[in-house]
């Protein structure tokens, strides 16, 4: 089964990063392209599938015993299900007992295929702990609620007990409680127990070999909760609120030993209100406390998440041994791929955030080192008017500064000047071929309405091999001079370029020199006021870029003194500041540049190289490119 398992993992991977595509035996059918959320569907309703064969009865009364008495199922009925196959509990109830008994969940109905309560009674006795251990093959709860205030509280308590008052929590939860309207576990495997007691062992290192052994301790197929809602109510002594949350379906997918295949979420909301303390000119930090806080509502949602190809399996063995791992160890762990599909935030009853499209991808490491790393956004807006203006609702301003601008009036002024809001698509990766050690970093966004830039940088970097004597024999023990030497003798620049082209960008700065310039004008002479900058308030954008154009090339003859020859950087610079259009700096050096190449000669002292040697060995350009013809 295990090379089936990995199989599906890796398929399950693809899925999710590429979306799913299938085509028929005829090489010139169509495509079929599913969407996100479409894949969540079908993912979700692979997971409800039952099993065919019929389950064998589940020992309810073994059950109870290996709780030892430290908690009860208790049930009204019991038996087989000729629907499903499966053995079926109703009416069921998790009690925890003691002095203060509680209810830890209910369920309308448990539903146990093939769950071996006897070979799980083994392992705990300590029996059998060097063979592997099917649990169960599913595992069905309906109907599930649960009152999780009384663990909430408790755990405050643990904290207030070890923390000192100042640093103990005081929230307490009045209620908080879940229900789910369907859980599924599915193919669960213990592995051999291989986790052994070191005396004398240090506490924190004990606790990571632990943990670490857990979770290699099992495998689990299917874990899936669909309609989902969370409700919290709680306080402290200042404020009172609540958080909901809301999942259509969450699904974890593939978790053998610390790796998962996929988790995936669709349809998830979350809302609820935070604290936000007194603020104000004048208010200390005791003022602030006694203040009651100022609840703020916020609500968030996502259409679709989705997390593939995490990879902890191999670090989590290093874990158990209590050891770092040495650099020879490669191929170590992976973080995968993070995809979010359809979010928005809101903040105080305004939209705050919106995306479309988020991809972040670390999937690539070489030992500790990451190989790629990427990130990539489409439809992204930052509502920053709303926001301003949810703030100012909130009536948290204080009298307002004399010559400053009230909340309401920055949110006018973000309007008029195109700043209301900021939205655009943007892209970054940066890669390292650990056998070669060729590095680039490559950047782009474009920025609706106000610009777009593009950045790209090559570098030589050494290679995983080169690095690997400088962490010793034991692959641990980094030699600081002899990595400092490695870094010095491998690296090398090769090329790169940055160029920024505008789409109303230098408008829109402009338009918001006018309007502080009004606002200094209103000043006149009073203090705080500006009057060169009041000279503005009557300009317009075309003359404020102008008027800046004219300054950088009467200032930038101290440049040009420094390095001969760069009148046409600054010339270049204040064109685009007038014209727009693109400005561009590129770097294109006639042979790569090395540490030895940016070093003086022999005999030169503490000499520097030249700054036009260096704009000779980087092979330094910069241009103007008109609007005409940068569109």
């Known amino acids: 089964m295990a090379w089936f398992k990995s199989a599906r993992a890796a398929a399950l ?55 030892g008495g430290i908690a009860r199922i208790t049930y009204e009925t019991a038996g087989a299900d000729a629907e499903s196959g499966a053995y079926r509990l109703t009416g069921v109830q998790v009690e925890i007992l003691g002095e203060k008994p509680s209810t830890l969940f ?31 093959d599913r595992i069905e709860l309906g109907g599930v609620k649960a009152d999780l205030s009384g663990y909430l509280n408790a755990v405050d308590d643990v904290l207030t007990a ?3 008052e100042a640093a103990a929590p005081d929230t307490v939860y009045e ?57 919290e109510v709680m306080h402290s002594a200042d404020f009172s609120t609540t958080v909901s949350s809301v999942y259509d379906s969450s699904l974890f997918q593939g978790y053998d030993r610390g790796d998962i295949a996929a988790m995936v979420t669709k349809g998830m909301t979350l809302s609820g209100a935070i604290p936000l303390p007194a603020i104000g000119e004048g208010l200390t930090e005791t003022d602030a406390i006694a203040e009651p806080a100022t609840l703020i509502e916020f609500a968030g949602t996502t259409d679709f998440a989705a997390w593939n190809g995490l990879r902890l399996s191999k670090l989590l063995e290093w874990g158990e041994r209590g050891e770092l791992p040495p650099i020879t160890e490669k191929d170590l762990w992976s973080f995968g791929t993070y995809i979010i599909d359809g979010m928005a935030i809101d903040f105080a009853g305004k939209p705050m955030f919106n995306i479309g499209h988020l991809e972040m991808s670390a999937d690539q490491f070489a030992w500790f080192l990451p190989e790629r790393i990427t990130f990539r956004h489409e439809d992204a807006s930052l509502l920053l008017a709303d926001f ?46 650990s056998d070669t050690g060729e590095t680039l970093l490559v950047s782009d966004s474009i920025t609706d309405n106000l610009y777009s830039d593009d950045t790209r940088i090559a570098l030589t970097l050494p290679s995983y091999s080169a690095l690997v004597p400088g962490f ?10 002899l990595l400092g030497h490695i870094f010095e ?10 160029s920024l082209t505008d789409s109303g960008l230098l408008n829109a700065i402009s338009a918001l020199v006018i309007e502080f310039a009004k606002l200094s004008g209103e000043a006149g002479g009073e203090e705080g006021g500006d009057d060169m900058l009041a000279g503005f308030a009557d300009s317009t954008p075309d003359a404020v870029r102008s008027f800046a154009s004219m300054m950088l090339l009467f200032t930038g003859s101290a ?3 420094e390095i001969p020859g760069a009148e046409g950087w600054v010339e270049s610079l204040a064109a685009f500041i007038a014209e727009g259009g693109t400005f561009r700096i590129a770097m294109a050096p006639p042979a790569p540049v090395t540490a030895a190449s940016l070093t003086p000669p022999e005999g030169a002292g503490m000499q520097e190289v030249p700054p036009m040697d260096l704009v000779g060995l980087f092979g330094m350009t910069v241009e103007h490119v008109p609007p005409e013809k940068a569109n």
């Not at 506490?203 to 989902?228: C, K, M, P, Q, W």
Request: charged share 20%.
């Open 13 to 67: 991977s693809v899925l999710l990063a590429a979306g799913c595509t299938t085509s028929s035996v005829q090489e010139t059918a169509p495509a079929i392209v599913l969407t996100p959320a479409q894949i969540a569907d079908q993912l979700v309703a692979n997971a409800l599938t039952r099993p065919a064969a019929t389950s064998a009865a589940f020992d309810i009364e073994g059950a109870n015993s290996l709780l």
């Open 106 to 136: 209910t369920a309308e109905e448990a539903l146990f295929w093939n769950a071996d309560i006897a070979g799980l009674a083994a392992r705990l006795n300590g029996e059998n702990l060097d063979q592997t251990l099917a649990l169960f």
């Open 162 to 164: 070890a923390l000192d």
């Open 175 to 231: 209620s908080s409680s879940m229900e789910v309207g369907r859980v599924v576990l599915e193919g669960m495997t213990l592995h051999p127990w291989t986790f052994e007691e070191r005396e004398g062992e240090n506490e924190g290192v004990a606790a990571i070999r632990l943990v670490s052994a857990i979770a290699r301790g099992f495998s689990l197929d299917t874990f899936l909760y669909i309609d989902t809602r969370t409700n």
């Open 388 to 433: 301003v203006t949810a703030m100012d609702g909130l009536g948290l301003e204080q009298d307002p500064l004399a010559n400053e601008p009230s909340i309401a009036e920055i949110a006018a002024i973000l309007e008029r000047t195109g700043f209301a809001t900021i939205s655009g698509d943007g892209a970054f990766s940066l890669t390292w071929d």
């Open 472 to 481: 010793g024999i034991d692959g641990r023990s980094p030699d600081t001079d």
């Open 489 to 498: 003798t491998g690296f090398a620049f090769n090329g790169g370029h940055y």
């Open 559 to 561: 440049v040009t003194q």
